[in-house]
DNA sequence: CGAAAATTTGACATGACTCAACTGGAGTGG
DNA sequence: CCACTCCAGTTGAGTCATGTCAAATTTTCG
């Protein structure tokens, strides 16, 4: 009895449209799986993102490095996250992100003309993937509102509670770069919590 | 000879999509014409925001009150822009947005439903909104950058350099709020520029 | 002209940054 | 198994940007 490694996306597929079993294997041979040591780039930045990947196991960061060389988290990944640059992946342009594996993970892929022709194979997708792209647009905005109006450490202490678990697989100073600030800052509202 | 009041929301899609004379009918069908007077809601917070709309003349902005009790202004709208509450929209939960004019403006709306069913009878304007979306959620995700790499400073300062014309349209305490900063701390960057 | 609103200024408080030094734990090689 | 190094995290001291509150000034508009 072999293990299914596209279980969890199909089931994350069927979260929002149906499938059938002559879908499912559609997909299945669309996606392929692979496995990746831990601070191993996805994606290196100047690169062109050809790629989607949807993580089933593991734990990556994406981030790019400002005008001022410092390196700022735009977001993690975790268990059925989908990751990528889809700025790069719209427009072709070469991406400004990287993004970097934190533990050994598995992953799948597909190949941004791979997923265009199964946009046709199966229609039921690209309403998927509108509907993935409209929640990734309001939380950004959230995220942007979180930033402007509560202070470092309110958002601190809101992260932690939204995802506890954070803290045992993410190193702080990956946190303070998420949260925009020094990892010194992140060390002394830690201590005042 | 009378004005045609859609051209330039003919034109704004043609940008993206073709149309033929009978397609352009049916969108001038959908989208009806008002004006409205200065310092008067597009959309009130706590309403479902059941309309789309494309501003021909004048300006708008965006806020949303944040939990100190502070306007917290989203966006500006001006000629050719989109603006309305896609969150509201897409979910028809209650917005959180209020929509104000700044200006005496001319502008178009569009029901939600009446989308749907212009989606049916033009197809090429789902592609035109997807496009949309998309470089919305590019533009916030840029945005995000932007406040989190960037001095208030700073930020003012590309800001004009993008948009000089923001200065003659709206109140600089309105732009402070957009950049997310004290009217007090605007008035003081813009001495020492 | 006069009232109301927008903007500026002053004084002071505070949150976050920088730079440097220190601590503690995890690996590594002899 | 110990000594060493390396890295993450913490702490301290001083600085700076921005916030807050109050008051002065300027602009707008009826």
């Known amino acids: 009895m072999t293990k299914d490694k596209h279980q969890a996306l199909i089931e994350n597929f069927e979260k929002e449209v149906s499938l059938n079993e002559v ?6 041979d669309y996606f392929h799986f692979f496995t990746i040591q831990k601070k191993k780039d996805l994606l290196r930045s100047g690169d062109i993102c050809n790629y989607t990947f949807f993580i089933l196991k593991g734990c990556t960061r994406s981030f790019n490095i400002d005008e001022k060389g410092i390196e700022r988290i ?19 342009e070469p991406s400004s992100l990287t993004i970097e594996t934190i533990e050994h993970s598995q992953i799948l892929k597909i190949h941004k003309d791979d997923l265009e022709n199964l946009y046709n194979e199966v229609p039921q997708l690209e309403r998927f993937f509108r509907i993935l792209y409209q929640k990734a647009y309001v939380s950004s905005l959230k995220r942007l509102n979180k930033m402007v109006q509560f202070s ?3 958002n601190y202490n809101q992260l932690i509670k939204e995802q506890p678990n954070l803290l045992q697989r993410v190193p702080l100073a990956y946190i303070a770069s998420y949260l925009g600030i020094a990892p010194e800052s992140l060390s002394r509202i830690r201590r005042n919590s």
Chains 1, 2 share one sequence.
Do not use: H, M, P
Not at 23 to 28: A, L, N, Q, V
Not at 74 to 92: A, C, K, M, P, R
């Open 152 to 154: 470092a450490s309110e």
């Open 74 to 92: 735009q977001n993690f990944g975790f268990e059925n996250y989908w990751v990528g640059d889809l700025l790069s992946l719209f427009t072709g």
């Open 23 to 28: 879908e499912k294997e559609i997909i299945r």
